[in-house]
């Protein structure tokens, strides 16, 4: 069974610190689909990121990167130096390959405080 | 307008009542997706549609019917629904094929009494 934890329900920072959101998943399929998303409080969920299994290559894009690891099944994200905008829910999901599946976290609030 | 959108934005019904959500996104996308998220539960996926036909029914009660009549609408009609339905209800849409990143709507949060 596919299955998505993001075991963090709640994080707090200060405006600057840098703050990594986890995401651990579980697969049987050797090809397979991460994605994070950001949901603000408006409610729509805006994509992030999206990684295929066979690339573990570590992905940077401004103040955010992304670490993925195959051997600990794991896809965590990181927010450097982290801003009041940043504030909104983050979900990790799982897709396996030729499905329309797809399987998300229960997600990670993030509040960064002024 | 762009990307996907949704109304309406905040609907209240009362359990024998019959209303229909509707989606339309504007991206050129031909898979389209009904999920539902309630409080402290991860989002659901209710139903996926690909080039107008359903490919995806997550075992969803048959008080929500979906329709999908070309590949930009996408409506969820209800009727007759549970106190336990309330949540918000979201459309997205995708590139057609597999495993492609989704687009979301706004969403439409439902309140059943």
């Known amino acids: 069974a596919q299955k998505v934890t993001q075991a963090q329900t709640e994080i707090s920072v200060v405006e600057k610190e840098d703050v990594t959101l986890d995401c651990v998943y579980e697969t049987r399929d050797t090809t397979y689909y991460l994605f994070w998303y950001k949901q603000p409080p408006s409610g729509e969920l805006v994509f992030l990121i999206r990684r295929n299994s066979f690339d573990e290559q570590n992905e940077i894009s401004g103040r955010y990167s992304w670490n993925f690891q195959k051997s600990t099944s794991s896809f965590n994200f990181t927010i450097t130096a982290s801003q009041v905008v940043d504030s909104a829910v983050y979900f990790c999901a799982l897709s396996g390959s030729g499905t329309y599946k797809y399987i998300f976290g229960t997600g990670t609030r993030l509040k960064v405080l002024a | 307008e762009t990307g996907v959108t949704q109304t309406p934005r905040h609907l209240v019904m009362g359990m024998t009542n019959k209303k229909s959500l509707k989606c339309e996104q504007h991206l050129g996308h031909n898979a389209m997706y009904w999920y539902k998220q309630s409080a402290k539960k991860p989002l659901e996926l209710m139903f996926v549609y690909n080039f107008k036909e359903q490919t995806e029914n997550n075992s969803v009660p048959s008080r929500f019917s979906p329709e999908c009549p070309n590949s930009s609408h996408l409506f969820l009609h209800l009727h007759t629904l549970q106190p336990e339905d309330s949540a918000l209800y979201l459309c997205?849409?995708?590139?057609?094929?597999?495993?492609?990143?989704?687009?979301f709507g706004p969403g439409t949060r439902l309140t059943v009494t």
């Open positions: 997205a849409s995708s590139q057609e094929g597999t495993n492609y990143e989704q687009y």
